[in-house]
């Protein structure tokens, strides 16, 4: 008969190999590789601080990072409303799980194309030609089409909130449907109006829900390259647009040196978060 | 080559004797095409081909497959990716092509294999832009960026030096080539554009674009401003770090004013930019213009008095070859051989790429589509691409007329500068400006 204790160690022990296999060995990889100097297409093994010194002592580091700073706060800050706006809607207003079912569908539907599909179709409607200037002009509210509707951190941020806000939606109405309806109809009797009862029975119970929804966003807009590019027409740079640069040029020691910098800033705020609200009860329940 | 051919007989004697014995064979002359013992040992043989998405594609592959007695596969890879490839596993791939923008990236790395002048079938009908480092008619072209002359040839059989004066190796098999310029849209653009210069233009701020990066959009953007009297270089090609400081503080000021509307990273959003009026001038490929034009837009892909910036891709085999299986090594080179012997050069001039033995694909074209992709004559039918779609109807002439005409004003390059590191560095600065 095995022991309990190497009965733990035996079922850790695969999950084990792999994050070690597959996050921590390639993790240190990186993190010795951010340490090196480079040539054209070529790592030298040399100890070499320049890509360290570099994120330190530039302005490109906190100019990226102010840049997706603001935007991640935006996007939350949209989402979030939205997010609660359309779970509060589903659960408390649409009786019935079928249309509730259909309603939770139907927010997927931009996400029935592909990714670089929809990001094109953005300019037929934020365009200088578009729909949203062609509107504006025909009711003669502008003389000229505004430029700044593609092409720009608004465009960049309008498309972040359209492909994150399900993610947001969903965590909230998880929690949201959690609430037993006995604890919303004891505030009701007790005459609570219904801001009362959102504010002070249904936020603090939807925290754990918010709490995820808001690592989904953040973690998204930080880590993502590919879109800001897209939809900046490559005139917007945050740390992992940088990145990207420097992987396309095969620069690879200040790309993991900029890695290794924003997984530590995602990490902290995601540890941050998880102290002060326990996802924890959310999961359990 | 018999040299070569021989080594592998008494390398490989035992294993595939008759394979091998077909190979000296034809090292040494005594028979042409494919012997049947030979075809027989190399049917089992699949080459792996990795290349961009003008030089890989289905049609051609099928092609191939259907001449050679052996297996292609082809394999689309972005530019990226397909340079990392190479350098981390460069036995997974035996036939790749790439263009000037990465020919820095091979020196002093071993992972090409030097092919023998000797082994290629067409360097006699290559155009002197890659034999001589000249025009046809015997004139020097343009030396700033990477020019063709400057990686066509290895110093040695080593492969790790490029020599600027012919040699026995080539780095890699001509296969395409271009000249682009400013694409514009006649139509809202309402005078005649002659100049780089345009691009800084007043007149088109906040629409025009340029290509996002280092190797192309820094070099146009370069070429404009000298035009446009703001900049001098010593090699736009190949800018020294105060060069390059420079031009990007002037690129940041005109960005903070919007004079861009974009930058683009690829084909299709250059197409799309031109074609949705988002910018009415910008810097273009060649087959983006028509692309534009087959959906009904009129777009203008001109001559300028600064020139054209030219660029060409090069196909090359992996030097594991040399080392390794003897057949394999053939096939490879039969198949590079077949690559510039007609059916693909016929297929991307229909594109608008130029191939680097016009002569060779000349009678394998018709005369009309000859006559309007090389020679600048107005069409005499309706020209039509490879994939169907109408281009041009009878009577239209190619914009800028013969291949000479178009490929021999070259101003610069597309290219891979020397302080590539600090330029990357400072495109930081400029998109996050």
């Known amino acids: 008969m095995m022991s309990p204790r190497a009965a733990s160690w035996l079922q850790a022990t695969p999950f084990a190999i792999i994050m070690t296999g597959l996050v921590i060995v390639p993790l240190a990889m990186i993190f010795a590789v951010s340490f090196m100097d480079y040539g054209f297409a070529e790592i030298i093994p040399e100890f070499y601080l320049g890509n360290w010194t570099d994120i330190f002592r530039s302005d490109l580091a906190v ?222 329940r | ?58 049609t051609v592959a099928e092609q191939a497959n259907k001449d050679l007695g052996f297996t292609i596969q082809m394999q689309t890879l972005d530019n990226t990716t397909l340079i990392n490839r190479l350098l981390t596993q460069p036995e997974t791939v035996d036939v790749a092509d790439f263009g000037n923008t990465s020919m820095g990236y091979f020196k002093n790395k071993g992972i090409l294999m030097p092919i023998p002048v000797s082994e290629y079938k067409y360097w006699d009908q290559t155009v002197p832009l890659f034999t001589q480092g000249t025009y046809p008619d015997g004139n020097p072209y343009s030396m700033q960026g990477y020019a063709p002359i400057k990686s066509q040839f290895w110093v040695d059989q080593s492969a790790q030096e490029y020599s600027l004066t012919p040699t026995d190796w080539l780095v890699g098999i001509p296969v395409m080539y271009n000249a682009d310029t400013l694409g514009v849209r006649p139509d809202l653009v309402p005078r005649p554009v002659t100049s780089w210069k345009e691009l800084f233009s007043s007149d088109f701020a906040g629409k025009v674009a340029l290509q996002d990066g280092v190797g192309v959009g820094v070099p146009d953007a370069a070429v404009a ?86 660029w060409y891709i090069f196909q090359s085999a992996m030097a594991h070859l040399d080392g390794g299986d003897k057949l394999r090594r053939d096939c490879v080179m039969e198949y590079m051989n077949w690559c510039n012997s007609g059916f693909n050069g016929v297929y991307f001039s ?18 009309n589509d000859f006559g309007y992709w090389y020679e600048g004559k107005p069409a005499t039918a309706e020209i039509i691409d490879p994939f169907g779609k109408v281009m041009e109807q009878a009577g239209a002439v190619r914009d800028g007329g013969s291949l000479w005409d178009r490929m021999g004003n070259v101003g610069i390059w597309n290219t891979l500068m020397d302080e590539d590191r600090y330029l990357v560095r400072r495109w930081q600065d400029f998109m996050a400006a």
Request: proline fraction near 4%; glycine fraction near 8%; charged fraction near 15%.
């Open chain 2, 1 to 58: 080559m018999s040299e070569n051919k021989s080594k592998g007989l008494s390398r490989r004697s035992f294993i595939k004797g008759a394979a091998a014995t077909a190979g000296a064979a034809m090292g040494s002359g005594a028979i042409t095409g494919f012997p049947t013992i030979w075809a027989q040992a190399s049917k089992d043989i699949t080459i792996t081909h990795v290349g961009s998405i003008y030089t890989t594609n289905p």
């Open chain 2, 350 to 367: 229909r594109q608008g790429f130029y191939s680097s033995v016009p002569d060779v694909i000349k009678p394998l074209m018709t005369e």
């Open chain 2, 225 to 310: 401003l000298e035009a446009a009297g703001l900049m001098t270089y010593g090699d736009k090609g190949n800018m020294t770090r105060e060069e390059i400081d420079k031009t990007i503080e002037i690129l940041i000021v005109m960005k903070r004013d919007g004079h861009f509307r974009s930058f683009w990273t690829n084909f299709d959003q250059s197409v799309q930019l031109m074609a949705s009026g988002e910018v009415v001038l910008q810097s273009m490929f060649a087959p983006a213009v028509t692309e534009v034009r087959t959906r009904g837009i009129n777009c203008q892909y001109l001559p300028l008095e600064e020139g054209s910036r030219g």
């Open chain 1, 63 to 284: 100019a990226t990072y102010a840049t997706v700073l603001r935007q991640a706060f935006i996007v939350w800050g949209v989402t979030l409303l939205l997010g609660f706006t359309i779970a509060y809607y589903l659960i408390y207003h649409v009786r019935s799980n079928f249309w509730r079912a259909i309603f939770l569908a139907a927010c997927a539907i931009p996400f029935w194309t592909s990714g670089p599909i929809r990001m094109i179709s953005w300019v037929p409607l934020l365009g200088r030609e578009g729909l949203v200037n062609q509107a504006l002009t025909g009711l003669n509210l502008i003389d000229e089409p505004i430029s700044w509707l593609l092409y720009s951190e608004f465009s960049v941020i309008v498309v972040y909130i359209n492909m994150l806000t399900m993610a947001m939606v969903g965590p909230i109405a998880n929690s949201m449907a959690k609430i037993s309806p006995a604890v919303v109809q004891a505030a009701r009797d007790q005459g609570a109006t219904e801001w009362q009862v959102i504010t002070e029975v249904i936020i603090p119970l939807i925290k754990p829900g918010i709490a995820v929804g808001t690592i989904f966003i953040v973690t998204a807009v930080m880590g993502d390259g590919f879109l800001v590019r897209a939809m900046s027409g490559n005139q917007v740079n945050t740390p992992a647009v940088a990145i990207m640069n420097e992987i396309n040029a095969f620069q690879f020691p200040p790309a993991a040196a900029k890695s290794v910098v924003l997984l530590v800033v995602v990490m902290a705020f995601v540890g941050v978060l998880l102290r002060l609200v326990d996802i924890r009860k959310e999961l359990a």
